[in-house]
């Protein structure tokens, strides 16, 4: 069996031991390879090249750890192994493989530290190599943060270079030949007289070998995969209705569940009557939960309807039960005893707004649901000494872990079987239906019990995006804008999820001013400070997190501070832009919108500069003030990214982020009311529909050397690019997301 | 009572108001059919009635007066239908989660109007929610489709 202990060398190496939050971790530990997962399981005969690549005399398989959740991750992740190892994408199936220690994610660590992701200083870089090893230890498997392309990009490379190099090897051991004079094409060796070996038939011969480890990435002259505009591995099923996704799993023996859980999130249940749902046809069992009432039916519908009839007394809120409390306490947050950090501070801010005439603008960002159309579900089997869990998870291992500690197992008697999610956007980071399926699942030993959530369940429960205002005060002269000085309050979604996860984070929390703070702008006096609002009704990562906020807030007040010096909003900023990669997305989208090219009547264009992940996106808005409200006519995005693995899925996704960005900007929000919230479907919080989608177009630069995500960069510009271009149109300036309170919209 | 889905015919003992949508999908196996939001909002559930496209969430089993095809009978992915093989040209889904019902509905829009307007289209398929956003490449397989479908 072939066995690797040092995989790609690159990822893996860190220099010195790990000090973080006082925990010291040994450099032998740090530099310990995580096991290969796939030798668990393999038979004779397997080749168990490296984590990522299984070849026998059935076929090719390759491991896409990340979760595809619809961004494109398991093609994306197959094309940088398939380019190395010489396979076409009609060759290979994927597979999640099990969750494993080795899947840790490299790239996590560079949005975790305090850093803009353009320091390359040594602070920024000891830092990032601190967290980095850190991740490694946890054995952090984790799909989020834009990383999936930049965790991948080297080291799946370098696995399928490996695996490649290994098979050639097995071929010259077999024939006698040089390896140098061996060739590779279409999953086979080929013999310099043309003969052909293929990969499946030398599986069993490479399985006996040590894995040649000397491998040379191809030059990007050489790829065939990589940038090339491909087919999505998985656009047949997703076109025919043939993609099965957890929800539509069937398991041998299974039983149709669902549940309620209290409204007023987090809070107990007191009591419940369910004699109008016992004896209702189908249903088989009525399980009372610490926080809720389950109905077991042979029959999903059965399941829901039952509920609806039980009558449950919940407990409190756990937090304030009005929307204008959540409001108060926010607003109450701009004290120097919440401050969380002074994140930037140039110039001399206060010197500057003494006695000057300041421009003041408070801005507010709602709560915003996740809610990806498959709603939440898990199917789970709880047996003597092994739980089964079938479910779409963007950390897998946490699952393992979650559920070993509630059942009393060992992690590995916990097997989680991933899937293709049917959209997340941060939503399946949580657990609420692995950990209520498993509850009711234990009461039914053997029995594989699927458990779905009502979307008004789904709407219910789900942690929503930081709520949170800012307030900022600036000065212009001569036609510049001279002192901005923005301050943000917003509770903390890090600290919310990650003490949920039992593993808080230490220090400020990175996302409370992210995409404001690293504004790639030099104004002479420029101060942004986050405010860290006490916990409210408990939040999440919701795409772009922190920036989906705080990136409104700066491009609506930089915007608001151009227009109060009588500047052009692009030339304005093209003046203030402080670093070359923001620059050339700035002027690109100037050029690919024509700015400064007149406008018919009622029309406006807007621009907004967002870093976020660190990708710098830029985008023009132009809209039409029509008689039946706001029109948003096009869009014009340019991102910085390093470069484009998978150009077909590239501008699916940024469109779809631009998308995502304007649509909750114009019409979506959560709020509060006697500790629920009020809204419980798609038509109380809509996004955007078909009808009102901008024609969009794309631009993707490439000067940058480091590669990026590209998941969750678009969006943070989208809302304040919105507002600013219904200002030019309109004159009213949109200071409170969501925009249809003081606009309407076609 | 009996269902004719996807030209097979099939005897199920359900209560009368059981939503189409649940045969389908938990009596009959039929996954193809999404559950989205319950309340004819997103569209995901989108079948054919005798060729119409209805929402199968708010259609009683009790009331279905004619042959049902999903997504399965439209066709496959050996034998697409000409509104599946615009939806793999235009590389259409992300998550995907949404594209059988919007296949329903751009098929039997098509069939009633062969020759779409912008603005027609945009009104047929703004009652299928996709939160991924992938509504300028509906847009323009809806247009692809179209074009086929009066050549042939």
Known sequence: ????????????????????????????????????????????????????????????????????????????????????????????????????????????????????????????????????????????????????????????????????????????????????????????????????????????????????????????????????????????????????????????????????????????????????????????????????????????????????????????????????????????????????????????VDAALDGAEVFEAEYRAPYVAHQPLEPLSAIVKVSDGRV???????????????????LDMETDQIHLHNQHAGGSFGHRLEFDNIDVTVDVARELPDTPVKLTFRREEDFAQDYNRQIGMARGRGTHANGQVTTLDLDIATVSASRSQSGRLGAPVPGPDTQIAAGAWNMRYAVPNLRVRAYAVPELAPTSSWRSVGASTAGFFAESFLDELIHAAGADPMSERLRLVNDPDARAVLEAVAEMSNWGSPLGPRKGRG???????????????????????????????????????????????????????????MNSEITYSDGRAEQDNYHLAEGMRLHQCPVIEVRALENNPNIRGIGEPPVPPAAP?????????????????????????? | MKLNVDGKSHEVDVEDDMP??????????????????????????????????????????????GDITTIAGLGSPDALHAVQAAWVEHQVAQCGYCQSGQIMQAASFLDLNTAPTDDQIDEAMSGNLCRCGTYPRIRAAVKTAAAKLQGA
């Open chain 1, 1 to 348: 069996m072939g066995r690797l202990k040092t995989i790609a060398r690159r990822s893996f190496l860190i220099g010195s031991a790990a000090i973080v939050g006082g925990v010291a971790f040994g450099a032998y530990l740090v530099k310990r390879d995580p096991e290969n997962p796939l030798s668990l399981d393999a038979a004779a005969g397997d080749a168990v090249f490296n984590p990522w690549v299984k070849i026998n005399a059935d076929g090719i398989t390759l491991i896409a750890p990340h979760a595809d959740l619809g961004q494109g991750a398991a093609s994306m992740q197959a094309m940088l192994i398939a380019e190395e190892l010489d396979v076409e994408l009609d060759q290979i199936i994927t597979s999640y493989g099990r969750p494993a220690a080795t899947y840790y994610n490299t790239a996590l660590a560079a949005e975790a530290v305090p850093f803009r992701s353009n320091d390359e200083g040594f602070a920024a870089e000891t830092m990032r190599s601190t967290m980095g090893a850190v991740m490694k230890v946890l054995g952090a498997q984790v799909t989020g943060g834009s990383t999936s392309v930049p965790d991948s990009f080297d080291k799946l490379r370098e696995a399928g270079a490996v695996a490649r190099e290994t098979l050639k090897a097995a071929a010259a051991a077999e024939t006698g030949l040089d390896v140098s004079q061996l060739k590779t094409e279409r999953a086979a060796v080929v013999l310099p007289d043309g003969t052909r070996m293929n990969y499946t038939e030398l599986a069993a011969r490479a399985a006996q070998m040590d894995p040649v480890t000397e491998v040379n990435l191809r030059d990007p002259a050489q790829w065939r995969l990589i940038g090339k505009p491909l087919q999505r591995i998985d656009i047949l099923a997703k076109s025919t209705g043939t993609q099965t996704y957890s929800i539509d799993l069937k398991v041998e023996g299974m039983v149709h569940a669902s549940v309620r859980m209290n409204p007023r999130k987090g809070a107990p249940m007191l009591g419940f009557d369910a004699s109008a749902a016992e004896g209702m046809r189908g249903v088989s069992q009525i399980i009372g939960l610490p926080y809720g009432v389950a109905v077991v039916a042979d029959n999903t519908w059965r399941a829901f309807r039952a509920l609806e009839e039980i009558e449950i007394d919940w407990d409190v809120a756990p937090y304030p039960a009005e929307q204008d409390q959540h409001w108060a306490e926010v607003a109450a947050s701009f004290v120097p005893e919440r401050l969380d950090k002074e994140w930037r501070n140039d110039g001399d």
């Open chain 1, 388 to 406: 089964d869990i079938w479910a779409s998870h963007q950390l897998p291992r946490f699952v393992q872990q979650r559920v070993a500690a509630k």
């Open chain 1, 607 to 665: 621009v907004a500069l967002v870093t976020s992940f660190g990708v710098p996106v830029a985008e023009v808005v132009e809209v039409t003030d029509t008689d039946d409200g706001i029109k948003i006519d096009r869009v014009w995005l340019a991102a910085e990214v390093g470069r484009v693995v998978d150009p077909v899925n590239f501008e699916n996704v940024v469109a779809g982020g631009v998308i995502w960005g304007l649509g909750h900007a």
């Open chain 1, 721 to 746: 690019a919105l507002a600013n271009a219904i200002f030019a149109a309109t004159g009213i300036r949109l200071r409170e997301m969501p925009f249809f309170k003081t606009v309407s919209f076609v």
């Open chain 2, 20 to 65: 189409l949508l649940w045969v389908l999908r938990d009596e009959l196996g039929i996954t193809g059919v999404k559950y989205g939001c319950g309340i004819a909002q997103c569209g995901a559930c989108t079948v054919h009635v005798d060729g119409v496209a209805v929402r199968s969430c708010q259609l009683a089993a009790g009331d279905v007066d």
